[in-house]
């Protein structure tokens, strides 16, 4: 895909040289460009959730991953996130929260579609951290609230409904839970601030 997509942007580059100066021909590599952005997230997506590789532990603020992660996200200008000045230090796999924490963030960007707000919040006790993501958005279904955390499901034209499997997934390997509510959508994570790691199999 990588390799399709660099040669789009030769072409692209050098309209004259590839003899394809046609504006409908850019407009059908826009297209193919497009496209390929996609296919590259839907693999994305399997291969975050297929990958179960063992936790990468270090201690680490977490304000400071949730900062990084929505560096890492489009966010439109119609859309405010503000993140609490509360901090907690924990031990994790800082790169699997940060996927954590995009996927809740662009799942909460796309259910805003006329604007609004993404707030979230740390508290911390002597043992866990909680995080409340909370957005103004069309909130969800009563009906589809059972179903959201399993593999494939999704209301999206163009979803892959694994982003909060995957959630899921890693924030039990960490020893901790993920949960949703209503009025405001509020996804909460809770997170051991040490997580007890599983026995290995092979001792
Ligand atoms: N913040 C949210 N507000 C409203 N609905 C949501 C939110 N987050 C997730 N959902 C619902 O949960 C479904 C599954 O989400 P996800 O597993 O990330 O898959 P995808 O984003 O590919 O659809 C979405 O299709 C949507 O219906
Ligand atoms: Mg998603």
Known sequence: LSVMKMSIDL???HPA???ISDSIITKR??????????ISHQVDDVLDYVRNSPLKLSTISLRTIILGSID????PHDVTITVSDSDAI????SIKLDAVFINLIVNAIQAIPQGGTIEIQIRSNNDEVIIDF???GVGIPQEFMDKIFEPLFTTKQKGTGLGLASCKNIIE???????VKNNPTTFTITLPKIP???KSISQ
């Not at 924990?90 to 796999?93: A, F, N, T």
């Open 29 to 38: 590599l826009d297209l193919i460009e497009k496209s390929i952005d996609r």
């Open 17 to 19: 040289d590839a003899k």
């Open 173 to 179: 390997q960490h020893n901790g839970k993920i949960s």
């Open 11 to 13: 072409i692209k580059q």
């Open 196 to 198: 007890e790691l599983p």
């Open 134 to 136: 909370i957005d103004s």
């Open 72 to 75: 890492k996200v489009n966010v």
């Open 90 to 93: 924990l031990s994790c796999d």
